[in-house]
């Protein structure tokens, strides 16, 4: 089992960046993709990005896609989302998870474990 834990949200204004962070304990020896979502209220959980631990490739949603990074600190256990040029419609909650699945990635039911939620909030 693998423990997540994400920090870096808050609120800041569209234009602006943030920084998210999730901190990877457990049995992270064994090899494991890496991803991010997000929940807006009301709305169900969307894939935003995802680093395969396979390739090292990275996915992204459309609607981040030359906006948000993803990054994998191995040495550190630690995943990152570098978000630039922040929209109002980037409001929600962003959850880290892993899968050991280094394929469909990008699918949110391949992931088995999940962290609590980090809180953004993008004000126009």
Do not use: H
Not at 35 to 63: C, H, L, M
Request: net charge neutral; proline share 2%; aromatic share 10%.
């Amino acid at each position: 089992q693998v423990q997540l834990v994400e920090s870096g949200g808050g609120l800041v204004q569209a234009g602006d960046s943030l920084r998210l962070s999730c901190a990877a304990s457990g049995r992270t020896s064994s090899p494991y993709s890496m991803g991010w979502f997000r929940q807006a209220p009301g709305k169900e959980r969307e894939f935003v990005a995802a680093i395969s631990w396979i390739s090292g490739n990275t996915y992204y949603a459309d609607s981040v896609k030359d906006r948000f990074t993803i990054r994998r600190d191995n040495d550190k256990n630690t995943l990152f989302l570098q978000m630039n040029s922040l929209k109002p419609e980037d409001t929600a909650v962003y959850y880290c998870a892993t899968t050991i699945s280094g394929a469909r990635i990008t699918t949110l039911n391949m992931y088995e474990n999940w962290g609590q939620g980090t809180q953004v909030t993008v004000s126009s």
